[in-house]
């Protein structure tokens, strides 16, 4: 009999709990921005087609283990320029003259974007910095790292290389 009750009274409190988030209309979600801020100021998707595959990565000048990986990451960038990768630094900074500052001047091999609210981020489930997403042709999630990498290892590479060519 007791088990009744509580089952009753549970379900009963939960009934409740939900009409009320489901009135209040405060727990929509953000939308998610169309993708991250290029130099122009614009906000667009990041096309993958024509790419075999295309690393997102995720950084920030304030962010230490982030500082220290990204000018590997730009050698193995320009290392596989030819071979249909595509790397893509979003940097959760503020202002292109932040990323300059650390980066120099942009290379040819690797994209820069910022995502300075760190919705972008957010929208792809990145909680931590550094972030490298690994996306297909069509855009789909082949591959997560939620850690600093070294872009040096041979066998990082090869894994990475293996994903292109399949």
């Not at 919705?119 to 996306?135: K, M, N």
Request: with cysteine; hydrophobic share 45%; aromatic share 10%.
């Amino acid at each position: 009999m007791k088990r009744r009750w509580f089952w009753a009274i549970g379900l009963a409190a939960g009934v409740a709990i939900g009409f009320i988030f489901l009135t209040t209309g405060n727990l929509r979600p953000l939308a998610a921005p169309a993708g991250p801020v290029a130099r122009d100021g614009s906000r667009t998707p990041l096309p993958t087609a024509g790419r075999k595959l295309t690393l997102l990565h995720f950084w920030a000048t304030w962010c230490v283990p982030c500082r220290s990986e990204i000018p590997a990451l730009a050698r193995f960038a320009e290392r596989h320029a030819g071979d249909g990768i595509r790397v893509v630094a979003v940097a959760q900074d503020r202002s292109f003259a932040d990323v300059d500052r650390f980066f120099g001047p942009p290379g040819k091999h690797l994209e820069t974007f910022l995502d300075p609210d760190g919705r972008y981020g957010a929208s792809l489930a990145v909680e931590a910095l550094p972030c490298t997403i690994v996306l297909d042709e069509s855009g789909t999630t082949l591959d997560r790292y939620n850690l600093s990498l070294d872009w040096n290892n041979v066998l990082l590479e090869r894994q990475i290389v293996a994903l292109a060519k399949r």
